[in-house]
């Protein structure tokens, strides 16, 4: 057998949703539906009942949104991360330097460029 454990990375452990940004162990997700692990570890995460792309921090420590989720209204709005929108239906692919959506909702691939390639790591975020 096997020698592993399971435990949480983020969210909440009781079931809990909501829309909560900060450290891991206390953000709240509403539906995440997919994840995109970037090589050096960088996930992210389609969080698709707030209708927001959420990053998990290389450490496990905190939690950010980097796109969606200000509106909390389903759309299409390419742009600053900020005020982008999405369908109700995304998922999510990484290759370093770029992470892709696939929004079924409006019939589209997207992608938010990341700053810098090797480290999938930014702050600045705009989806095109």
Known sequence: ???SS?????????GESGYVDGPAA???????QSLAICD???VFVADTRNLAIRKISKDG???TTIAGGSSRKPGFADGPGDTARFSSEFRLAC???SLLIADRGNRLIREIQI????SCDSSDSAVS
């Open 1 to 3: 057998p096997l020698d």
């Open 6 to 14: 399971l435990e949480a990375l983020a969210g909440s452990l009781v």
């Open 26 to 32: 206390k953000s709240l997700f509403n539906r995440p």
């Open 40 to 42: 050096n570890g960088a």
């Open 61 to 63: 420590e905190g939690m």
């Open 95 to 97: 290759s370093c330097g």
């Open 115 to 118: 700053d810098d390639p090797k």
